[in-house]
Nanobody
Framework: QVQLVESGGGLVQPGGSLRLSCAAS????????MAWYRQAPGKQRELVAT???????NYADSVKGRFTISRDNAKNTVFLQMNSLKPEDTAVYYC?????????WGQGTQVTVTS
């Protein structure tokens, strides 16, 4: 079992930045592909960004050029740097760890972008 704990969410004005962190409780962190998802009120959870164990990344079109996913395998942590935030980025952001068939989710952290 892997526990994921997200942090770094909060309230920010449009155009601002936030950095989310997700700490994983596993010494085998490098085995897992990591991802960030988000879920806005009344909408389905959607994929934001992924990073594999060999640091290959992928992004949703809506965040390309604004968000950056990274990982620190020595600290068992994945990050999501979010710049140029927009009101439509408001959502609960969830961390995800995958090593099929295993799949783990964090509890989520709220990001609110408003003036």
């Amino acid at each position: 079992q892997v526990q994921l704990v997200e942090s770094g969410g909060g309230l920010v004005q449009p155009g601002g930045s936030l950095r989310l962190s997700c700490a994983a409780s596993t010494v085998r962190f490098i085995w897992y592909a990591m991802a960030w998802y988000r879920q806005a009120p009344g909408k389905q959870r959607e994929l934001v960004a992924t990073i594999t164990s060999d640091y290959s990344t992928n992004y949703a079109d809506s965040v390309k050029g604004r968000f950056t996913i990274s990982r620190d395998n020595a600290k068992n942590t994945v990050f999501l740097q979010m710049n140029s935030l927009k009101p439509e980025d408001t959502a609960v952001y969830y961390c995800n760890a995958q090593r099929p068939p295993a799949l783990y989710w964090g509890q989520g952290t709220q990001v609110t972008v408003t003036s």
